[in-house]
């Protein structure tokens, strides 16, 4: 998702691309002169072209923003199930494309119509580094859902009303869509911690059997045999340290699947901040069901985030690669807290990170349910108005407070081992606020 320079980021990464219609395009003549001084503009219908303009002259004029239904209700990355708060705003954008011919000339202006067509043809999927030189201060490239162009029929009374509502008369001209856009909502979010356990705990043998280290407690659910070899590498699920859902910097993160049995193997993270996806070499020995990574202490090259993890071997032919389906991982941040002021009215937490947080993240604390935004932008103290209250000693004594920083959608760990029976909440993510 993307803040509020979204709409402005489509249309000037649109007038960028259209501003070289002047250059031909494969299957072009090599030199075009006529087309020479070609150039994009961004203006509304009534001011698009200048009085004594005989510039070769494009303009790119948004004439509607629509609110899109499909968008609208669904949860996106970020969003956690069950967690309160207001969906983004999901936008399509319309767009009416127009040509004028230098010298007033409507053949160089059909030419100008024919080369921008193809190029938004050919150029129907917006890239991320389009979109991020396009507007300063922008993250639509940062959004998971991709921005796409696509053909908007105009018929000859839709356009006929365009041009009427703004006193010009007709000119040539073609509708396209750019969707999805996605604007993040800055409304209150709710967050609950995380539910333990899901009903009773199966024990360990039932009493009348002797006791089987082999089956441990466990949870209900639904049984699934897969009797069926993969004839490739395949990835299946993850786990991190002690069953952790997510993974740390400095731990070990196994990965489980079929195939697995090469030596040595290359395990590829990929990120959306990362220019080049981190590569970690796995040469010891594995079994061929799932294999141990240790990934590196390396608080600046591994940002908090959802990398995309696939497992190739490394033969000596590099033809001869196999490389297996990816399988996204997150990656959490680990805190340390301290507590500053604390009284009836406010208390004021400090956090240290690791890996570090870059500009480009989002993240916020969660404590007692709520989102509390930093103080200042890119810094690490939290003032949480009207605190609740944990950590007293009276009798019975007030449970600690649970905290968790959220970065990009990932949460700190709040539970250190998954394998006890049931997970305990980890006693250093817990403050007392008396």
Not at 37 to 42: G, I, Q, R, S
Not at 49 to 55: C, I, N, S, Y
Not at 325 to 335: D, E, G, R, Y
Not at 385 to 406: A, C, D, Q, S, Y
Request: with cysteine.
């Amino acid at each position: 998702m993307s803040n509020t320079l979204a709409i402005g980021t489509v249309t000037a990464a649109l007038k960028q691309m259209l501003n070289t219609v002047g250059t031909p395009l494969p299957g072009d003549p090599p030199a075009d002169p006529d087309l020479a001084d070609a150039h994009c503009t961004a203006r509304s219908l009534d001011v698009a072209r200048t009085e004594g303009d005989t510039t070769n002259q494009l303009n790119l004029f948004l004439y509607q923003v629509k609110e899109d239904a499909t968008f609208r209700n669904m949860n996106l990355p970020g969003v956690h199930d069950g967690e309160g708060g207001q969906q983004p705003l999901a936008l399509t954008l319309s767009y009416v494309l127009t040509a004028y011919g230098g010298g007033d000339e409507d053949v160089l202006a059909h030419r100008m119509l024919g080369r921008a067509m193809l190029m938004l043809h050919d150029r129907s999927l917006m890239t991320r580094d389009q979109l991020k030189a396009a507007l300063p201060g922008n993250d639509l490239w940062l959004q998971a859902e991709r921005v796409r162009i696509r053909p908007l029929p105009l018929g000859p009374e839709e356009i006929s009303k365009l041009w009427t509502g703004f006193g010009k008369p007709y000119r040539l001209s073609i509708g396209f869509e750019a969707t999805i856009v996605l604007i993040e909502s800055t409304a209150p979010k709710i967050a609950q911690l995380p539910v333990l356990t899901r009903g009773q705990y199966v024990p360990r043998t039932p009493p009348h059997i002797p006791p089987n280290p082999d089956i441990p407690a466990h949870e209900g659910g639904i049984a699934v045999d897969a009797s069926l070899d993969a004839t490739y590498p395949l990835l299946d699920h993850f786990a991190g340290l002690k069953s952790r859902p997510a993974a740390r910097i400095g731990e070990i993160l196994t990965l489980f699947g079929s195939g697995l049995s090469a030596t040595p193997l290359n395990v590829t993270f990929a990120h959306p901040l990362l220019p080049i996806p981190n590569v970690v070499p796995v040469s010891g020995a594995h079994a061929a069901d799932h294999i141990d990574v240790q990934i590196p202490n390396d608080p600046v090259n591994w940002p908090v985030g959802i990398y995309t993890v696939s497992v190739s071997d490394v033969p000596a032919d590099p033809n001869a690669t196999h490389t297996t389906n990816v399988l996204p991982v997150p990656l959490a941040p680990t805190i340390t807290i301290s507590v500053g002021t604390s009284n009836a009215s406010e208390a004021v937490l400090t956090l240290t990170v690791t890996p570090n947080i870059r500009p480009e993240q989002k993240y916020a604390l969660l404590i007692d349910g709520r989102l509390i935004p930093p103080d200042t932008e890119g810094g690490l103290v939290f003032t949480v108005p009207n605190p609740p209250r944990g950590g007293n000693t009276t009798i019975p004594p007030t449970p600690k407070i649970v905290v968790r920083l959220r970065v990009d959608g990932i949460d700190s760990l709040v539970v250190a081992d998954y394998t006890n029976s049931p997970p305990q909440f980890d006693p250093s993510q817990q403050i007392d606020l008396p």
